[in-house]
């Protein structure tokens, strides 16, 4: 499952509206909640509340930063537009239904706002920008601003050749390449940087354009930048994008805007080109401060990414679904014996994990990691996963061809076979391999999928062995997984320990939302894993050095059991408390440090904010 480094958090308001910021004494590092997210459904990046470009990944999420200060403050490169005035104050905010973010900065003399986005368009699957613009309005009398562009390619490795291009400034190294223009008077500083002090007044608006152009195209080419006309018209065509995408969701009473938020981040984390949908848009940010929980998440988990189109789809978001049911089929060839529980967001299949020791890694949380090793675990949760999604999408009109039965069999096949070993589950255990109940569970729910689909399509299966499969797999489960003493179930085969994974059994329909023995387990896993109103994963062993916070996901499961066991008051409680862990604009890491208040992990979490919808659609619709 795709864990994460720290940060400040402060809550979001209901009305969408944000909290003046007012930054402290500059340190290393910025608190991981001090960021905000910009996503094309291609790249990513984070922007400080300061107005510094710290992390962008172009012309993909996972590709090589070109901005990367997140994981190196001295090499990583960034792009910041700040007043002089150190008296500066800051406020900001996602436009309505969009990921346009709006800072504005105040200091004595005038007031400016930054309009920051990744450029959106029709058709921009196939035909993407590619493009980082930030646009700078004067409000108020005058600011004098500082605009550094400090490209370092690659992680940091390399500073690349910036060179003039007629109207435009290109930046060249490797295989990357970045024009930079519009109208911000930009002049060299030094060999690798880009610098300029301009003075913006009430009225005056200037544009700031990085795109992605690959080297080759750019050697011995000039430029033909688009004009401050263009610019502005894909500034307003990246909101209308959004907002015509966020329109089309359902709508679910108070918690609206919080929802939309979270789904547009998910659609951000989905790589347009091929269906994947990244579980963060980070890599190495720890999971405690110093390391070395550091993961890389920018890579398509089948498992987050079926329960993101769960989510997406209860607020009416189902176009996704069949692009990621392809893209999976695509990448595990068509076979079940191919399938991985991950993949690049191309579909990629080695992910080899690599360690960059020469980065100095988030607040010197070491080592940094490119690529996963957990892609070649077995996790056999994902044979339930897949055939829950086909028979979700089987309901929705959507019946499985003959290739796609084929493989769906395959998967069941699979998931029958495999059940009685152990696996490493869903929470990627990197010590022995276990007898996990809900890995066994999710086996259960294959065949129960897979004899739905059958009976109800009509194609050829072996359903008297599934059948008795399916059976043993129920029985195992309630002699080895339930502690008949306490009357719960329990994290493995014969051992009393329990896991927050065992909250989201009755959504399987391995049992009922209101069985007694899920009512008594919900009740279980409160009492040994809840800490001030948020749950830890687990307290077993994991096979790995250091702690983690609260993993916020775990609590937006607990609210959804609870709304659905008719507990309405407990689950709004659960819910408003792992809703407080947002940062100023909405945003959920993955874990949450109790003690100090901060976020910890990859961010924005795929998983948290996909949790944080299904929670939300319970409590409006408990039934």
């Given at each position: 499952?795709?864990?994460?480094?720290?940060?400040?958090?402060?809550?979001?308001?209901?009305?969408?509206?944000?909290?003046?910021?007012?930054?402290?004494?500059?340190?290393?590092?910025?608190?991981?909640?001090?960021?905000?997210?910009?996503?094309?459904?291609?790249?990513?990046?984070?922007?400080?509340?300061?107005?510094?470009?710290?992390?962008?990944?172009?012309?993909?999420?996972?590709?090589?930063?070109?901005?990367?200060?997140?994981?190196?403050?001295?090499?990583?490169?960034?792009?910041?537009?700040?007043?002089?005035?150190?008296?500066?104050?800051?406020?900001?905010?996602?436009?309505?239904?969009?990921?346009?973010?709006?800072?504005?900065?105040?200091?004595?003399?005038?007031?400016?706002?930054?309009?920051?986005?990744?450029?959106?368009?029709?058709?921009?699957?196939?035909?993407?920008?590619?493009?980082?613009?930030?646009?700078?309005?004067?409000?108020?009398?005058?600011?004098?601003?500082?605009?550094?562009?400090?490209?370092?390619?690659?992680?940091?490795?390399?500073?690349?050749?910036?060179?003039?291009?007629?109207?435009?400034?290109?930046?060249?190294?490797?295989?990357?390449g970045l024009v930079i223009e519009g109208d911000v008077p930009l002049v060299p500083s030094g060999l690798h940087d880009l610098v300029a002090e301009v003075r913006v007044a009430a009225g005056q608006r200037l544009r700031l354009s990085l795109r992605h152009v690959r080297p080759e195209v750019l050697d011995g080419s000039g430029s033909r930048p688009p004009g401050p006309a263009e610019l502005d018209r894909r500034l307003e065509q990246t909101v209308a994008w959004w907002r015509g995408w966020s329109a089309r969701g359902a709508r679910l009473g108070p918690d609206q805007a919080a929802l939309v938020r979270s789904a547009t981040v998910l659609k951000a984390l989905t790589q347009a080109t091929t269906g994947a949908i990244a579980a963060a848009a980070t890599t190495s940010l720890p999971e405690a401060p110093g390391g070395p929980r550091n993961w890389d998440y920018r890579a398509?988990?089948?498992?987050?990414?079926?329960?993101?189109?769960?989510?997406?789809?209860?607020?009416?978001?189902?176009?996704?679904?069949?692009?990621?049911?392809?893209?999976?089929?695509?990448?595990?060839?068509?076979?079940?014996?191919?399938?991985?529980?991950?993949?690049?967001?191309?579909?990629?299949?080695?992910?080899?994990?690599?360690?960059?020791?020469?980065?100095?890694?988030?607040?010197?949380?070491?080592?940094?990691?490119?690529?996963?090793?957990?892609?070649?675990?077995?996790?056999?949760?994902?044979?339930?996963?897949?055939?829950?999604?086909?028979?979700?999408?089987?309901?929705?009109?959507?019946?499985?061809?003959?290739?796609?039965?084929?493989?769906?069999?395959?998967?069941?096949?699979?998931?029958?076979?495999?059940?009685?070993?152990?696996?490493?589950?869903?929470?990627?255990?990197?010590?022995?391999?276990?007898?996990?109940?809900?890995?066994?569970?999710?086996?259960?729910?294959?065949?129960?999928?897979?004899?739905?689909?059958?009976?109800?399509?009509?194609?050829?299966?072996?359903?008297?062995?599934?059948?008795?499969?399916?059976?043993?797999?129920?029985?195992?489960?309630?002699?080895?997984?339930?502690?008949?003493?306490?009357?719960?179930?329990?994290?493995?085969?014969?051992?009393?320990?329990?896991?927050?994974?065992?909250?989201?059994?009755?959504?399987?329909?391995?049992?009922?939302?209101?069985?007694?023995?899920?009512?008594?387990?919900?009740?279980?896993?409160?009492?040994?894993?809840?800490?001030?109103?948020?749950?830890?994963?687990?307290?077993?062993?994991?096979?790995?050095?250091?702690?983690?916070?609260?993993?916020?996901?775990?609590?937006?499961?607990?609210?959804?059991?609870?709304?659905?066991?008719?507990?309405?008051?407990?689950?709004?409680?659960?819910?408003?408390?792992?809703?407080?862990?947002?940062?100023?604009?909405?945003?959920?890491?993955?874990?949450?440090?109790?003690?100090?208040?901060?976020?910890?992990?990859?961010?924005?979490?795929?998983?948290?904010?996909?949790?944080?919808?299904?929670?939300?659609?319970?409590?409006?619709?408990?039934?």
């Amino acid at each position: 499952m795709a864990g994460s480094g720290a940060a400040t958090s402060r809550p979001a308001t209901s009305s969408g509206a944000v909290p003046s910021l007012v930054p402290g004494a500059p340190g290393r590092y910025r608190p991981i909640g001090d960021y905000a997210f910009l996503g094309d459904c291609h790249s990513g990046a984070l922007v400080s509340s300061a107005g510094s470009v710290d992390w962008l990944c172009l012309p993909r999420l996972d590709d090589g930063s070109y901005f990367g200060r997140l994981l190196d403050r001295d090499r990583g490169g960034w792009c910041a537009i700040t007043p002089a005035d150190p008296g500066v104050r800051t406020s900001r905010r996602y436009l309505d239904g969009t990921l346009v973010l709006e800072t504005e900065m105040a200091v004595a003399g005038g007031r400016v706002r930054v309009s920051d986005c990744l450029t959106m368009r029709p058709g921009g699957a196939r035909r993407p920008y590619r493009q980082l613009l930030r646009v700078v309005d004067g409000l108020e009398g005058a600011v004098d601003l500082r605009v550094e562009v400090v490209p370092r390619f690659d992680y940091g490795q390399v500073r690349p050749w910036v060179r003039r291009a007629g109207r435009a400034w290109q930046a060249l190294g490797g295989d990357d390449g970045l024009v930079i223009e519009g109208d911000v008077p930009l002049v060299p500083s030094g060999l690798h940087d880009l610098v300029a002090e301009v003075r913006v007044a009430a009225g005056q608006r200037l544009r700031l354009s990085l795109r992605h152009v690959r080297p080759e195209v750019l050697d011995g080419s000039g430029s033909r930048p688009p004009g401050p006309a263009e610019l502005d018209r894909r500034l307003e065509q990246t909101v209308a994008w959004w907002r015509g995408w966020s329109a089309r969701g359902a709508r679910l009473g108070p918690d609206q805007a919080a929802l939309v938020r979270s789904a547009t981040v998910l659609k951000a984390l989905t790589q347009a080109t091929t269906g994947a949908i990244a579980a963060a848009a980070t890599t190495s940010l720890p999971e405690a401060p110093g390391g070395p929980r550091n993961w890389d998440y920018r890579a398509s988990w089948v498992r987050d990414s079926v329960f993101a189109l769960r989510s997406l789809a209860e607020l009416g978001y189902t176009a996704e679904a069949d692009g990621f049911r392809r893209f999976v089929q695509r990448s595990a060839a068509g076979s079940a014996q191919e399938l991985q529980i991950m993949y690049g967001l191309g579909g990629e299949r080695r992910l080899k994990e690599q360690t960059f020791d020469d980065l100095e890694g988030y607040g010197g949380a070491r080592p940094v990691r490119i690529g996963n090793a957990a892609a070649r675990q077995h996790q056999h949760d994902v044979y339930g996963e897949l055939l829950d999604l086909a028979w979700d999408w089987h309901q929705r009109g959507k019946t499985p061809d003959a290739d796609d039965w084929r493989f769906l069999v395959e998967l069941v096949n699979e998931a029958a076979k495999r059940w009685t070993t152990p696996d490493r589950g869903i929470w990627e255990l990197r010590g022995p391999p276990r007898h996990l109940v809900h890995s066994k569970v999710m086996c259960w729910v294959a065949l129960d999928r897979g004899l739905r689909l059958a009976a109800d399509v009509g194609f050829p299966a072996p359903v008297g062995r599934w059948r008795s499969t399916r059976a043993a797999i129920r029985a195992a489960v309630e002699r080895h997984g339930y502690d008949p003493g306490r009357g719960v179930f329990t994290q493995t085969f014969d051992r009393p320990e329990l896991d927050a994974a065992l909250l989201l059994l009755p959504s399987t329909g391995f049992v009922t939302w209101d069985d007694q023995r899920m009512r008594r387990t919900v009740d279980a896993v409160r009492r040994d894993l809840e800490e001030d109103g948020l749950l830890l994963r687990y307290r077993t062993p994991d096979g790995l050095e250091g702690s983690e916070g609260a993993f916020v996901a775990c609590t937006f499961w607990l609210a959804e059991c609870l709304a659905r066991q008719g507990r309405a008051t407990q689950a709004r409680a659960a819910f408003t408390r792992a809703s407080a862990t947002a940062n100023d604009v909405g945003l959920f890491a993955e874990e949450f440090d109790q003690a100090t208040g901060t976020l910890l992990g990859n961010f924005p979490q795929a998983l948290t904010h996909l949790s944080h919808i299904a929670a939300a659609v319970a409590l409006e619709q408990p039934g």
